[in-house]
């Protein structure tokens, strides 16, 4: 039974309960006759099933599908749940619900057909695959419930599976026949599994504006590669190349040739299961547009709405810009209110090769927003969703702020889905509702593994992590929206424990609290000494813009130098050795108009930040700091990156002299990548050892192409200085950057050499610089 049948079902089921009802009520009463309404509200004294036809499911297994139970209610809306939940189980065929007065209350009776169980799974007309391979493809199990649902989804499973090998004609159907047993039914998949289709070459005919690799690269279908293996190249779906047919269309007409179009796609079979792809192109003529205009328009005028355009009179005509700017348009009737405001393109001739673009706008009436409305967050507290909302009842309907509402709420990171809409409202012809619908995710996670990087070699780490924490809620600890993350990393040159909670909306305001404990001993700074840093710290983070926020700090530490015995007692490491209380506050103003955090295609970010620590602070350590970084990044052709990154950064002394832990080092995988880490600055005679600078300036150049989907080839160049602005270091490389499918964690590879060393000993050749983390 389809859903559609399930809903017809259910109201023939809720009318003849009314019904049976009634009669009950009659025949069981000599009080006037009652309807299922005059039950509403009453308590529920008792709960049975009746069968009609033989009992293949247990009583107990179909009360776990149920809600009403003695002593609740009685509620109709709560027995139509129950009805449909019975349905979707597959277990009945058909549910009847009676009712009848008891007393003060009402006893209510649910009369199933028991639907037979799957006795054995079979399949027909399969050849490529054995019954045991479609068997367990289909992750249906003999025993299990014979539901729609069920069958809907095994059928699915089997076509991907078929498909995933190449068979892209495959169809599958079913049939349900008598178990030879005579206990349940048997389940037949019958298969006509089509031919092998791999795609061996991708080809068009009648393309002469462009080539075959350019209009190659506007299809999701790819040919079979070296790596299809990974990439699921030479695999498709037959529906998919009508959808890359019409890509490739529009990539025409997003050109100018407005009236490109295609017979269609052929397949021509070379053997072996392999075929060859044919997509004749009639480019037509290239068109340009003469004008752009507006229909008649009452909220904007069309002033207004020229200068956000993106297609404008003399340029080619363009499919792209031009869908574009009608979702400008609607954008800029959506923020007024206008919910339901549409806006049409009209093309029309204007002479030879030439097309006039008018943008026909039907502008509705204007709405107030009536309620908020939120469901399906079972574990997210209302709260921690409605702060995100900006649209607030009464306010002016704002279509744009829905959008907003939509990639707020995904970007929580809680939900495995998000809808965010509008309907009529209860309030009136006026308003319009918000409708909010999540899907609960998975936001806790435990991890556990070992890591490697060029800095501090193999590390074992430990990570406990929940983004949507409530520590105000005990022992479940979730739904308040707080970050909470405790990691340790153990390893042959570190030893790593923090804990970390972070209040988003502290207060109720947008102003982030956090928190931090943490021990950190390195080894990995330096042959000569270990570092040992142990303290607190607390910080806020208040949004100032769309794209900017100001960050502030307080952090109080015991550091730690020890120093190997070896060290000579000339050496200028000597003074460091000892125990340090670094109480110290920073400020930071960030702009970061990046597109992503992780590979980054388009965008900006600057860091201007402050770093004091003093005696009246408590500590003994005395120093301010000053930095300046700065990110800049392109999408270029091919879906190439570039990109430029750097630093300048000074430190100083307010008392004293500054010390190790807080001068400043280049090199390694995160500055200049052609020289050790931390291997560029000046140096301590007796020991060769690099002991810092009091300020750096560092530069990036990089320019990244995609090789496969998720692996992309870089090459770089690098300058920097420590101290001194003459005494330049440069470098040049080139690397790898992965994601792979089984980890989120992206990796990169880099080598680099230099190119010109003030200090030759920071020269030490070629260098290979492994990290699990990159962020361009």
Same mark, same amino acid.
């Given at each position: 039974?389809?859903?559609?049948?399930?809903?017809?079902?259910?109201?023939?089921?809720?009318?003849?309960?009314?019904?049976?009802?009634?009669?009950?009520?009659?025949?069981?009463?000599?009080?006037?006759?009652?309807?299922?309404?005059?039950?509403?509200?009453?308590?529920?004294?008792?709960?049975?099933?009746?069968?009609?036809?033989?009992?293949?499911?247990?009583?107990?297994?179909?009360?776990?599908?149920?809600?009403?139970?003695?002593?609740?209610?009685?509620?109709?809306?709560?027995?139509?749940?129950?009805?449909?939940?019975?349905?979707?189980?597959?277990?009945?065929?058909?549910?009847?619900?009676?009712?009848?007065?008891?007393?003060?209350?009402?006893?209510?009776?649910?009369?199933?057909?028991?639907?037979?169980?799957?006795?054995?799974?079979?399949?027909?007309?399969?050849?490529?695959?054995?019954?045991?391979?479609?068997?367990?493809?289909?992750?249906?199990?003999?025993?299990?419930?014979?539901?729609?649902?069920?069958?809907?989804?095994?059928?699915?499973?089997?076509?991907?599976?078929?498909?995933?090998?190449?068979?892209?004609?495959?169809?599958?159907?079913?049939?349900?026949?008598?178990?030879?047993?005579?206990?349940?039914?048997?389940?037949?998949?019958?298969?006509?599994?089509?031919?092998?289709?791999?795609?061996?070459?991708?080809?068009?005919?009648?393309?002469?504006?462009?080539?075959?690799?350019?209009?190659?690269?506007?299809?999701?279908?790819?040919?079979?590669?070296?790596?299809?293996?990974?990439?699921?190249?030479?695999?498709?779906?037959?529906?998919?190349?009508?959808?890359?047919?019409?890509?490739?269309?529009?990539?025409?007409?997003?050109?100018?040739?407005?009236?490109?179009?295609?017979?269609?796609?052929?397949?021509?079979?070379?053997?072996?299961?392999?075929?060859?792809?044919?997509?004749?192109?009639?480019?037509?003529?290239?068109?340009?547009?003469?004008?752009?205009?507006?229909?008649?328009?009452?909220?904007?005028?069309?002033?207004?709405?020229?200068?956000?355009?993106?297609?404008?009179?003399?340029?080619?005509?363009?499919?792209?810009?031009?869908?574009?700017?009608?979702?400008?348009?609607?954008?800029?009737?959506?923020?007024?209110?206008?919910?339901?405001?549409?806006?049409?393109?009209?093309?029309?001739?204007?002479?030879?090769?030439?097309?006039?673009?008018?943008?026909?706008?039907?502008?509705?009436?204007?709405?107030?927003?009536?309620?908020?409305?939120?469901?399906?967050?079972?574990?997210?507290?209302?709260?921690?969703?409605?702060?995100?909302?900006?649209?607030?009842?009464?306010?002016?309907?704002?279509?744009?702020?829905?959008?907003?509402?939509?990639?707020?709420?995904?970007?929580?990171?809680?939900?495995?889905?998000?809808?965010?809409?509008?309907?009529?409202?209860?309030?009136?012809?006026?308003?319009?509702?918000?409708?909010?619908?999540?899907?609960?995710?998975?936001?806790?996670?435990?991890?556990?593994?070992?890591?490697?990087?060029?800095?501090?070699?193999?590390?074992g780490f430990v990570t406990l992590e929940q983004s949507n924490f409530d520590i105000r809620n005990p022992w479940r600890f979730t739904g308040g929206g707080q970050r909470f993350a405790m990691n340790m990393r153990i390893g042959s040159e570190r030893s790593d424990f923090s804990i970390s909670l972070v209040e988003p909306w502290f207060m109720g305001r947008e102003l982030a609290l956090g928190g931090e404990l943490f021990y950190r001993d390195s080894q990995y700074f330096s042959d000569f000494y270990e570092q040992t840093n142990v303290g607190a710290a607390v910080n806020i983070r208040k949004p100032l813009t769309e794209h900017t926020y100001f960050t502030a700090e307080y952090r109080l530490e015991q550091v730690e130098i020890d120093l190997e015995s070896t060290v000579p007692a000339t050496s200028l490491l000597v003074p460091e050795a000892g125990d340090y209380i670094r109480s110290a506050v920073s400020a930071h103003w960030v702009y970061d108009s990046r597109d992503a955090l992780i590979e980054t295609r388009a965008g900006s970010k600057v860091d201007v930040g402050l770093d004091y620590a003093g005696s009246f602070l408590g500590g003994d350590v005395d120093i301010v700091g000053l930095s300046v970084r700065g990110q800049k990044f392109w999408n270029l052709k091919w879906d190439s990156i570039l990109s430029v990154n750097g630093e300048l950064a000074a430190v100083d002394a307010t008392s004293g002299s500054v010390p190790i832990f807080d001068r400043m080092f280049l090199g390694g995988a995160r500055t200049l990548r052609g020289y050790d880490f931390r291997d560029v600055g000046p140096r301590d005679p007796a020991t060769n050892?690099?002991?810092?600078?009091? &300020?750096?300036?560092?530069?990036? !150049?990089? @320019?990244? +192409? #995609? =090789?496969?989907?998720?692996?992309?080839? *870089?090459?770089?160049?690098?300058?920097?200085?420590?101290?001194?602005?003459?005494?330049?270091?440069?470098?040049?490389?080139?690397?790898?950057?992965?994601?792979?499918?089984? &980890?989120?964690?992206?990796?990169? !590879?880099? @080598?680099? +050499? #230099? =190119?010109?060393?003030?200090?030759?000993? *920071?020269?030490?050749?070629?260098?290979?610089?492994?990290?699990?983390?990159?962020?361009?």
């Amino acid at each position: 039974m389809d859903f559609s049948s399930f809903q017809q079902n259910r109201d023939k089921v809720r009318a003849t309960g009314r019904v049976l009802g009634l009669a009950a009520a009659v025949c069981f009463s000599t009080l006037a006759p009652v309807s299922a309404q005059d039950f509403e509200g009453q308590k529920v004294t008792g709960v049975d099933f009746r069968y009609e036809g033989p009992r293949t499911v247990d009583e107990e297994r179909l009360r776990n599908f149920i809600q009403l139970a003695p002593g609740t209610d009685y509620s109709t809306d709560t027995i139509d749940s129950d009805i449909k939940a019975l349905y979707e189980s597959g277990f009945v065929n058909d549910v009847r619900v009676l009712a009848e007065p008891v007393g003060g209350g009402v006893r209510v009776v649910y009369s199933v057909s028991p639907r037979e169980g799957v006795a054995a799974i079979g399949f027909v007309g399969n050849s490529v695959f054995s019954d045991t391979k479609l068997a367990k493809a289909s992750k249906m199990t003999a025993g299990g419930a014979l539901s729609d649902q069920a069958i809907l989804d095994a059928r699915r499973n089997l076509e991907q599976y078929y498909m995933d090998a190449g068979y892209p004609d495959v169809t599958i159907s079913h049939r349900i026949q008598a178990s030879a047993s005579g206990n349940g039914a048997e389940l037949i998949f019958v298969i006509d599994e089509g031919a092998k289709n791999e795609i061996r070459d991708i080809r068009f005919e009648g393309n002469g504006t462009f080539d075959d690799r350019t209009l190659r690269r506007q299809m999701n279908v790819k040919e079979k590669g070296l790596f299809s293996f990974f990439t699921k190249s030479g695999r498709f779906e037959v529906d998919q190349l009508d959808d890359d047919l019409e890509l490739v269309l529009d990539y025409y007409r997003s050109k100018g040739y407005l009236r490109a179009q295609s017979p269609g796609i052929r397949r021509e079979p070379v053997g072996d299961g392999r075929v060859d792809l044919v997509i004749p192109i009639q480019e037509g003529e290239k068109y340009t547009v003469k004008g752009v205009g507006f229909g008649k328009m009452t909220v904007f005028t069309e002033e207004e709405l020229y200068p956000v355009l993106s297609l404008n009179g003399g340029d080619a005509y363009n499919s792209k810009k031009m869908r574009a700017d009608m979702t400008t348009i609607r954008s800029y009737y959506g923020s007024r209110g206008y919910a339901d405001a549409t806006v049409t393109p009209d093309i029309r001739d204007a002479g030879p090769n030439q097309v006039n673009v008018i943008y026909r706008v039907t502008e509705g009436r204007r709405f107030r927003v009536g309620n908020v409305n939120i469901q399906g967050n079972t574990k997210t507290q209302d709260r921690v969703i409605r702060r995100e909302v900006p649209l607030k009842p009464d306010d002016y309907f704002n279509s744009v702020e829905l959008d907003t509402t939509k990639s707020r709420l995904e970007g929580l990171q809680y939900f495995s889905n998000v809808q965010v809409d509008s309907s009529p409202s209860a309030r009136g012809g006026g308003y319009r509702d918000v409708d909010i619908l999540v899907d609960e995710g998975k936001t806790g996670s435990v991890s556990a593994g070992i890591g490697f990087s060029s800095i501090d070699n193999v590390v074992g780490f430990v990570t406990l992590e929940q983004s949507n924490f409530d520590i105000r809620n005990p022992w479940r600890f979730t739904g308040g929206g707080q970050r909470f993350a405790m990691n340790m990393r153990i390893g042959s040159e570190r030893s790593d424990f923090s804990i970390s909670l972070v209040e988003p909306w502290f207060m109720g305001r947008e102003l982030a609290l956090g928190g931090e404990l943490f021990y950190r001993d390195s080894q990995y700074f330096s042959d000569f000494y270990e570092q040992t840093n142990v303290g607190a710290a607390v910080n806020i983070r208040k949004p100032l813009t769309e794209h900017t926020y100001f960050t502030a700090e307080y952090r109080l530490e015991q550091v730690e130098i020890d120093l190997e015995s070896t060290v000579p007692a000339t050496s200028l490491l000597v003074p460091e050795a000892g125990d340090y209380i670094r109480s110290a506050v920073s400020a930071h103003w960030v702009y970061d108009s990046r597109d992503a955090l992780i590979e980054t295609r388009a965008g900006s970010k600057v860091d201007v930040g402050l770093d004091y620590a003093g005696s009246f602070l408590g500590g003994d350590v005395d120093i301010v700091g000053l930095s300046v970084r700065g990110q800049k990044f392109w999408n270029l052709k091919w879906d190439s990156i570039l990109s430029v990154n750097g630093e300048l950064a000074a430190v100083d002394a307010t008392s004293g002299s500054v010390p190790i832990f807080d001068r400043m080092f280049l090199g390694g995988a995160r500055t200049l990548r052609g020289y050790d880490f931390r291997d560029v600055g000046p140096r301590d005679p007796a020991t060769n050892e690099v002991v810092g600078g009091t &300020s750096l300036g560092y530069g990036q !150049l990089e @320019y990244s +192409v #995609p =090789i496969i989907d998720n692996v992309r080839v *870089a090459a770089f160049y690098d300058v920097g200085f420590v101290n001194s602005a003459s005494n330049l270091y440069h470098d040049v490389g080139f690397g790898v950057r992965l994601r792979l499918p089984v &980890s989120p964690v992206p990796i990169a !590879l880099d @080598y680099a +050499v #230099p =190119i010109e060393s003030p200090d030759a000993r *920071a020269d030490q050749g070629g260098r290979f610089n492994f990290s699990l983390s990159y962020e361009y």
